[in-house]
């Protein structure tokens, strides 16, 4: 294909795939984010709003200039069920995309989701130019757009454990994983430039840009090193262990030249058959797997709740217009981009993943209380809220869905098939997908009790989310114990 006319040495192939599929799912995210900043303008008071000279409407009518059937006193629990056709929908696709991203060329599969992904968010804007006020019309490109939606990680993620072995995986995997906070400050910016005029726009720009985006990945993207003749990455263990004990049932039959004729057979038959794809079942008894799908079940809910009502929040409690609010909320992705990179880091440090997620998470809890009670006394307080909120609440997510992902699907117990890590990656993150469905739906039904509810809602899923892990963590603990033992007896000698 086109990467052909890159030629390139080895180190630079892996730093394009690193590029390229920053900027695929920076796009994916980026058209998802546009609906919570749109959600202010689709209702809103319209007693501060000119009326124009040939307006029937009542001068006392303050609902005239929202969007039907936004107009109605239960326009939250309507948004809700805007945003959870899209997340419901994008958590059950998420358990079947895995599925086909290891059994399709991951190249046809990204371009077909990015091209798809661009039309469904595109149809949603056109919604305002083609004036339609039907609640189905929307829930039903929603939903759409969250099955389709769903190609975009467990591809991508994929892709680039073809490309790395764990070395300074958590590190690496913390910076690529900024496209998430990347991509919703980018939706919200150009959502906010047209959702005071032609709201519309807010969805087509996006949709047009991932689509198109989609196009380059056709022609540029590739799935494994060996396609440009790199070596692929050591997840587990040195090379030269397999060759130190060749006779080990674990590694095959000898395949020296004293060894049979039959044994010549049989080894080349090995050498040449590529591992099959891990059935779901056999994916969830990799170890950790179950516990850390459960526990980004409730970060991400925490996480997504804030992703789409975060706007609307600002907007209602501190009274800010619909672009302002929009334009404040980012500081909460810019929180999670630095707390995705130092989760990786410290974890790849002390080489314990699970503590990491839970020390921010016993933090985060204490600070989203804080941020709700005196967070918008002032717009410093709130800015340095949001930078902290945003670190504490996404940077587990953002180890769970790229480290951990990686780790869990070229673990050691699947003795180097690397075909696990798209069912692993999707099981994990639509498991998470329900959280993320569950969030929105539960702040949209929580909210007219009062924010303090919804907040309070969102501490305990914090809380549920760091004891799913202390088995995990225990285990991390013995493991440090166990290696200062070690490095203890080896001074002793």
């Not at 130019?129 to 993620?157: D, E, K, M, S």
Request: glycine share 10%; net charge neutral.
């Amino acid at each position: 294909m086109f990467w052909t006319l890159l030629l390139l040495d080895c180190g630079r192939y892996r730093a394009f795939i690193l590029l390229i599929t920053f900027l695929i799912y920076t796009c994916y995210h980026m058209s998802r984010k546009p609906i919570s900043v749109v959600k202010s303008r689709l209702h809103h008071n319209c007693s501060e709003v000119i009326q124009p000279l040939n307006s029937t409407h009542s001068l006392n009518d303050t609902t005239w200039c929202n969007w039907a059937p936004f107009d109605k006193s239960n326009y939250k629990e309507l948004l809700g069920a805007v945003d959870n056709a899209f997340l419901v929908a994008y958590a059950i696709g998420m358990f079947i995309s895995g599925i086909f991203g290891e059994r399709l060329p991951l190249r046809y599969y990204l371009t077909a989701g990015m091209l798809l992904s661009g039309l469904f968010t595109s149809l949603f804007g056109l919604g305002y130019f083609w004036n339609i006020h039907v609640l189905w019309y929307f829930v039903l490109v929603q939903i759409f757009n969250g099955l389709v939606q769903t190609t975009g990680w467990p591809a991508v993620v994929s892709c680039v454990g073809n490309w790395f072995g764990k070395g300074k995986r958590g590190l690496i995997m913390g910076i690529w994983n900024s496209h998430t906070s990347v991509g919703n400050i980018l939706g919200s910016l150009l959502a906010g430039v047209w959702v005071d005029q032609q709201w519309g726009l807010s969805f087509v720009v996006p949709g047009v840009i991932t689509a198109i985006m989609g196009i380059i990945t056709f022609f540029f993207l590739i799935e494994y090193p060996e396609d440009v003749d790199c070596s692929p990455p050591q997840h587990h263990g040195n090379p030269e262990e397999s060759q130190d004990h060749p006779e080990d049932p674990a590694n095959g039959p000898s395949c020296n030249k004293e060894s049979s004729l039959e044994s010549a057979v049989t080894c080349s038959k090995e050498a040449s058959a590529q591992p099959s794809a891990i059935s779901f079942f056999g994916a969830l008894r990799i170890p950790g797997v179950v516990e850390f799908s459960l526990c980004l079940l409730f970060a991400k809910l925490v996480s997504y709740t804030f992703l789409y009502w975060l706007p609307l929040y600002i907007s209602n409690v501190v009274h800010f217009s619909a672009k302002e609010a929009g334009d404040l909320s980012t500081l909460f992705d810019v929180g999670g981009i630095i707390g995705g990179i130092l989760a990786g880091l410290v974890s790849d440090y002390i080489n314990g993943r699970a503590t990491t997620c839970c020390v921010m998470l016993i933090l985060a809890a204490p600070m989203m209380f804080l941020y709700n009670h005196v967070g918008q006394r002032g717009i410093g307080i709130s800015i340095v809220m949001l930078l902290i909120c945003g670190a504490l609440v996404n940077g587990p997510y953002a180890l769970i869905t790229t480290a951990v992902s990686a780790d869990l699907g070229t673990h050691k117990s699947l003795k180097g098939n690397a075909k696990a890590l798209s069912t692993v990656t999707a099981i994990i993150d639509g498991t998470g997908s329900i959280g993320a469905a569950l969030g929105p739906l539960l702040a949209g039904l929580i909210s007219p009790t009062g924010w303090n509810n919804v907040f309070y809602m969102l501490i305990a899923a914090d809380v549920l989310a760091c004891l799913l892990l202390c088995r995990l963590v225990y285990k991390e603990i013995l493991a440090w114990k166990s290696s200062l033992g070690k490095d203890k007896g080896y001074r002793e000698m």
